[in-house]
């Protein structure tokens, strides 16, 4: 019997391999036709091994066909494998898939490549601060294309949770606190992954993460729970989900945390009801890491009946936990699931296996050639360097000091200065930390032989070992100094007194965000902050360079520092890029995605909140029995949208080509842009709206729309926004997606805090 299967496998794989490019409109009868035949000869055990997504393991290069996993494989025990990296050891594990096991059925292969693979590009949440759509799909090609020559033919990104607490490290990780932006972002990645053909070799499938809600988690505490109305949900955290969707990301990766009581990989209303009924979802669903297993300390039961429920949930694919394989069976025997279950989240993964050309050719994402042309090279690295510098957010520039000349002595101070494995940023599984360019390297090369750079490290991360060591990579020992913090800092007061300018660069380390790196405190560490003072006192113009994964409490740095550039983590050529805004090479043109907080207390803050039955009236610090604070302003200290350059941007007056609309008709919001400084510089423009009166309350505003603009000094030019009535749709407390006719108020400006304001009126 068993041979005759075989048999059957053999003919149906020479018939699969030898079938004819398929036209597009038959591809997705094509997929089941397949799918479904293959499916009818595989054992109950098989398919389990094909939910079964465990982590790369002990394999090693030259010894893979000896190693637990490749058993696992021979056996039919695996659907796939994630972070493995180098095209051999791919290759090897692949071999044994086809060779060695009963159906032959190809691995997929995944790893998180989420900002760059080798070439490493800025975190996430610096590049939605570049507000360039292109430019972010371009890093995703990247990514993917460097990726697919070592066999990588999937990826965990994008991350699109919004975030609005930047105590969660994993802020770092998303595009901010915008549904809109958001969205934008989510698509832009999704295509650039993707391309147009996954079954390309340089295209890579997207999973979009973490479905759902998890930039929700209380008190920015990571892994925690999340609470929120459904509203809420439908209108401010699920619309990048959406959007990917929509886009066509392959696949979609649950969240660990609960939503309504129930942890995402058991919730059966958002990844059956929302995700597939609603938005029509056709790939499969991984969960997050053990996020299976974790239902057991969640309180749901144990590991068998976790397992079933999530299943019975909609998810496809068991990362790590082994729970499908190991329970499934015995819950299907005891009638808590059916085959047909099993069968289908089977189908959902030989089907993106299919997508990928992975049948047509196993191997056809090991290129060790096209690695040799792509991978770190210098055209890609020349692009990350463009890219980075698009993201820097310039948040303060007194007196011009920024940009720097390229004839002074600098004093180079910090410990992030001379530091290469920090660059990269957090999540950068495939990065050569030991090529990345430090900034010391970067204003060296940048600025050439006529200036002078003196450095001196200044301070630790921390002053406590401990914790520094927590917040170095992956516990690795730091660089750290030995000497006591004050001969550090009479070292570098030294260096400032003997140097024209000062370049501090100082912050976070890329492990103090990401994931499992919650802060308590955002601010700079104190012995950096002992630091910053003591050169300040010095008397020499300081420029702040501050490295961070998510927007800090800065409003100390803001009353003293006159110039502060937030470079984020960006990335292999980090060094160069901030060099190149340093030095005036490039023009800073970022604009944050999240709202500053003054003080960690405001949190969350965010810039399209609602506006309450005692708001406090504009311009007010402080009023009694109102919505605020005793001791600080409502105002974030950097608004949404913010971000100077150096040149410097004039609004006109805003036009409304209308104030009295109906129904589809279209409205032109226009306003007159100039340069106005000494610069050639870019502009996010922003539109944003409010609905002022509504069935449910709405947002004091909301981003419906941006355009970055590049102007000449002295040039102008008038930017033009249309709204439609599907800009002013939102989800109403029956959770339909319709708009309100009624007054609203349309606002252009650089920043979701400076704009222009006009009113029009809009019948249905
Ligand atoms: C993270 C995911 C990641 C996965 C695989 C998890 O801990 O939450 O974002 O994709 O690990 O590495």
Same mark, same amino acid.
Request: contains cysteine; negative net charge.
């Given at each position: 019997?068993?041979?005759?299967?075989?048999?059957?496998?053999?003919?149906?794989?020479? !018939?699969?391999?030898?079938?004819?490019?398929?036209?597009?409109?038959? $591809?997705?009868?094509?997929?089941?036709?397949?799918?479904?035949?293959?499916?009818?000869?595989?054992?109950?055990?098989?398919?389990?091994?094909?939910?079964?997504?465990?982590?790369?393991?002990?394999?090693? @290069?030259?010894?893979?066909?000896?190693?637990?996993?490749?058993?696992?494989?021979?056996?039919?025990?695996?659907?796939?494998?994630?972070?493995?990296?180098?095209?051999?050891?791919? #290759?090897?594990? $692949?071999?044994?898939?086809?060779?060695?096991?009963?159906?032959?059925? &190809?691995?997929?292969?995944?790893?998180?490549?989420?900002?760059?693979?080798?070439?490493?590009?800025?975190?996430?949440?610096?590049?939605?601060?570049?507000?360039?759509?292109?430019?972010?799909?371009?890093?995703?090609?990247?990514?993917?294309?460097?990726?697919?020559?070592?066999?990588?033919?999937?990826?965990?990104?994008?991350?699109?949770?919004?975030?609005?607490? &930047?105590?969660?490290?994993?802020?770092?990780?998303?595009?901010?606190?915008? &549904?809109?932006?958001?969205?934008?972002? +989510?698509?832009?990645?999704?295509?650039?992954?993707?391309?147009?053909?996954?079954?390309?070799? =340089?295209?890579?499938?997207?999973?979009?993460?973490?479905? +759902?809600?998890?930039?929700?988690?209380?008190?920015?505490?990571?892994?925690?729970?999340?609470?929120?109305?459904?509203? /809420? !949900?439908?209108?401010?955290?699920?619309?990048?989900?959406?959007?990917?969707?929509?886009?066509?990301?392959?696949?979609?990766?649950?969240?660990? =945390?609960?939503?309504?009581?129930?942890?995402?990989?058991?919730?059966?209303?958002?990844?059956?009801?929302?995700?597939?009924?609603?938005?029509?979802?056709?790939?499969?669903?991984? @969960?997050?890491?053990?996020?299976? =297993?974790?239902?057991?300390?969640?309180?749901?039961?144990?590991? $068998?009946?976790?397992?079933?429920?999530?299943?019975?949930?909609?998810?496809?694919?068991? !990362?790590?936990?082994?729970?499908?394989?190991?329970?499934?069976?015995?819950?299907?025997?005891?009638?808590?699931? @059916?085959?047909? $279950?099993?069968?289908?989240?089977?189908?959902?993964?030989?089907?993106?296996?299919?997508?990928?050309?992975?049948?047509?050719?196993?191997?056809?994402?090991?290129?060790?050639?096209?690695?040799?042309?792509?991978?770190?090279?210098?055209?890609? /690295?020349?692009?990350?360097?463009?890219?980075?510098?698009?993201?820097?957010?310039?948040?303060?520039?007194?007196?011009?000091?920024?940009?720097?000349?390229?004839?002074?002595?600098?004093?180079?101070?910090?410990?992030?200065?001379?530091?290469?494995?920090?660059?990269?940023?957090?999540?950068? %599984?495939?990065?050569?930390?030991?090529?990345?360019?430090?900034?010391?390297?970067?204003?060296?090369?940048?600025?050439?032989?006529?200036?002078?750079?003196?450095?001196?490290?200044?301070?630790?991360?921390?002053?406590?070992?401990?914790?520094?060591?927590?917040?170095?990579?992956?516990?690795? &020992?730091?660089?750290?100094?030995?000497?006591?913090?004050?001969?550090?800092? #009479?070292?570098?007061?030294?260096?400032?007194?003997?140097?024209?300018?000062?370049?501090?660069?100082?912050?976070?380390?890329?492990?103090?965000?990401?994931?499992?790196?919650?802060?308590?405190?955002?601010?700079?560490?104190?012995?950096?902050?002992?630091?910053?003072?003591?050169?300040? *006192?010095?008397?020499?113009? %300081?420029?702040?360079?501050?490295?961070?994964?998510?927007?800090? +409490?800065?409003?100390?740095?803001?009353?003293?520092?006159?110039?502060?550039?937030?470079?984020?983590?960006?990335?292999?050529?980090?060094?160069?890029?901030?060099?190149?805004?340093?030095?005036?090479?490039?023009?800073?043109?970022?604009?944050?995605?999240?709202?500053?907080?003054?003080?960690?207390?405001?949190?969350?803050?965010?810039?399209?909140?609602?506006?309450?039955? /005692?708001?406090?009236?504009?311009?007010?610090?402080?009023?009694?029995?109102?919505?605020?604070?005793?001791?600080?302003?409502?105002?974030?200290?950097?608004?949404?949208?913010?971000?100077?350059?150096?040149?410097?941007?004039?609004?006109?007056?805003?036009?409304?080509?209308?104030?009295?609309?109906?129904?589809?008709?279209?409205?032109?919001?226009?306003?007159?842009?100039? =340069?106005?400084?000494?610069?050639?510089?870019?502009?996010?423009?922003?539109?944003?709206?409010?609905?002022? %009166?509504?069935?449910?309350?709405?947002?004091?505003?909301?981003?419906?729309?941006?355009?970055?603009?590049?102007?000449?000094?002295?040039?102008?030019? %008038?930017?033009?926004?249309?709204?439609?009535?599907?800009?002013? *749709?939102?989800?109403?407390?029956?959770?339909?997606?319709?708009?309100?006719?009624?007054?609203?108020?349309?606002?252009?400006?650089?920043?979701?805090?400076?704009?222009?304001?006009?009113?029009?009126?809009?019948? *249905?």
């Amino acid at each position: 019997m068993k041979k005759v299967k075989l048999l059957i496998a053999a003919l149906f794989f020479t !018939m699969w391999a030898c079938s004819p490019a398929p036209k597009e409109q038959d $591809q997705q009868s094509m997929y089941k036709e397949k799918v479904d035949s293959l499916l009818s000869l595989m054992t109950l055990d098989e398919k389990l091994g094909q939910l079964n997504l465990p982590g790369a393991g002990d394999i090693v @290069t030259g010894q893979a066909s000896n190693s637990n996993i490749a058993e696992n494989i021979r056996n039919g025990e695996v659907g796939g494998l994630f972070n493995i990296k180098t095209a051999e050891k791919i #290759r090897e594990v $692949q071999r044994v898939a086809m060779e060695e096991s009963r159906l032959k059925i &190809p691995l997929i292969f995944g790893m998180d490549v989420i900002h760059g693979y080798e070439t490493v590009f800025p975190i996430p949440l610096a590049l939605s601060c570049s507000w360039d759509m292109d430019l972010i799909e371009r890093s995703a090609q990247i990514a993917a294309s460097e990726a697919s020559t070592d066999g990588i033919c999937w990826t965990f990104s994008p991350m699109v949770d919004i975030a609005r607490d &930047p105590r969660w490290g994993r802020i770092a990780e998303g595009s901010g606190e915008d &549904p809109y932006l958001g969205s934008q972002i +989510a698509k832009a990645m999704v295509k650039g992954y993707q391309g147009d053909d996954l079954s390309k070799n =340089n295209t890579i499938m997207a999973c979009v993460k973490h479905f +759902a809600l998890y930039g929700a988690s209380e008190a920015g505490r990571d892994y925690n729970t999340v609470d929120m109305s459904r509203i /809420r !949900m439908y209108n401010e955290y699920l619309p990048p989900y959406k959007a990917a969707v929509d886009a066509g990301a392959g696949s979609v990766m649950t969240s660990f =945390n609960e939503i309504d009581g129930i942890p995402a990989s058991a919730n059966k209303w958002l990844l059956t009801d929302l995700l597939r009924d609603q938005w029509g979802f056709d790939g499969f669903v991984v @969960t997050d890491y053990t996020a299976i =297993n974790e239902m057991i300390a969640h309180g749901l039961g144990d590991l $068998q009946m976790v397992s079933a429920l999530a299943l019975d949930a909609g998810v496809d694919m068991d !990362m790590v936990g082994e729970g499908f394989l190991t329970t499934l069976k015995k819950s299907l025997e005891d009638r808590k699931i @059916t085959e047909a $279950q099993i069968d289908e989240a089977c189908s959902r993964i030989l089907e993106a296996k299919y997508k990928l050309g992975l049948f047509d050719d196993p191997y056809r994402y090991v290129d060790v050639e096209r690695a040799k042309m792509e991978v770190f090279s210098e055209s890609n /690295r020349k692009e990350a360097r463009e890219i980075a510098a698009q993201t820097f957010v310039l948040l303060k520039n007194e007196n011009n000091i920024l940009p720097l000349r390229k004839r002074e002595t600098i004093a180079l101070i910090g410990p992030l200065a001379d530091n290469k494995e920090n660059m990269p940023g957090t999540w950068s %599984v495939a990065a050569r930390f030991d090529q990345a360019i430090s900034l010391r390297e970067g204003i060296e090369n940048v600025a050439g032989k006529n200036i002078n750079v003196l450095y001196a490290k200044g301070s630790n991360i921390y002053s406590d070992p401990e914790l520094e060591k927590r917040v170095s990579i992956f516990g690795k &020992p730091t660089n750290r100094d030995a000497r006591p913090e004050a001969e550090m800092i #009479r070292e570098a007061v030294n260096v400032a007194n003997r140097s024209d300018v000062v370049v501090a660069a100082l912050g976070e380390s890329s492990e103090m965000s990401g994931e499992s790196s919650s802060r308590s405190d955002i601010t700079i560490p104190q012995t950096q902050r002992e630091l910053l003072h003591a050169l300040l *006192k010095t008397g020499k113009p %300081v420029v702040l360079v501050l490295f961070t994964g998510r927007p800090l +409490a800065l409003k100390w740095e803001d009353e003293h520092v006159p110039a502060i550039l937030n470079v984020w983590f960006a990335g292999s050529e980090a060094g160069y890029a901030i060099a190149d805004a340093l030095f005036g090479n490039v023009n800073p043109s970022g604009k944050t995605s999240t709202s500053f907080p003054q003080t960690v207390g405001q949190v969350p803050i965010y810039y399209n909140h609602k506006n309450t039955g /005692r708001p406090l009236p504009e311009g007010v610090e402080y009023q009694k029995f109102r919505s605020d604070y005793l001791d600080v302003t409502n105002d974030p200290l950097y608004p949404f949208g913010y971000g100077l350059s150096y040149t410097t941007f004039e609004y006109g007056d805003l036009q409304l080509s209308s104030n009295s609309l109906k129904g589809n008709q279209t409205l032109t919001a226009s306003i007159q842009l100039s =340069n106005t400084g000494n610069y050639d510089g870019a502009e996010v423009v922003q539109l944003y709206i409010r609905d002022m %009166v509504g069935t449910v309350t709405r947002p004091v505003k909301e981003l419906k729309g941006f355009q970055k603009i590049e102007l000449k000094a002295g040039e102008s030019k %008038v930017v033009s926004f249309d709204i439609t009535p599907e800009d002013l *749709k939102f989800y109403n407390y029956d959770l339909d997606y319709d708009w309100e006719p009624g007054e609203f108020e349309i606002m252009i400006g650089g920043n979701s805090r400076n704009v222009k304001t006009g009113k029009v009126n809009w019948e *249905k």
